[in-house]
């Protein structure tokens, strides 16, 4: 009921800057929390920052000061700036949102994009 759509990966240095869209499409009520998550190989999945639908943002502690999140509710669209990028953000970046859709009941699920790769070379 719900597809996300990311873009905005690729292969940047140290030291540098990437712009992460990913917006959401389909059948819902509402998006409410939105948010970012990475997963390097071997590792789990963690928590990049999240945003909700007031504007209020989280973020993991490794990223504060550097990455921002913002969200357009007009586009549906949850924005990740990452600024002074380091090698060890390297990872695949996934988008997920938590939406209300109604089927006779309104109903909150998680929806997750595919994901989009993150390489920073040193």
């Known amino acids: 009921q719900v597809q996300l759509v990311e873009s905005g990966g690729g292969l940047v240095q140290a030291g540098g800057s990437l712009r992460l869209s990913c917006a959401a499409s389909?059948?819902?009520?509402?998006?409410?929390?939105m948010g970012w998550y990475r997963q390097a190989p071997g590792k789990q999945r963690e928590l990049v920052a999240t945003i909700n639908s007031s504007g209020s943002t989280d973020y993991a502690a490794s990223v504060t000061g550097r990455f921002t999140i913002s969200r357009d509710n007009a586009k549906n669209t949850v924005y990740l700036q990452m600024n002074s990028l380091k090698p060890e953000d390297t990872a695949k970046y996934y988008c997920?949102?938590?939406?209300?859709?109604?089927?006779?009941?309104?109903?909150?699920?998680?929806?997750w994009g595919q994901g989009t790769q993150v390489t920073v070379s040193s």
């Open positions: 997920k949102v938590v939406a209300t859709t109604y089927t006779g009941a309104y109903v909150n699920n998680n929806y």
């Open positions: 389909g059948r819902f009520f509402r998006l409410n929390v």
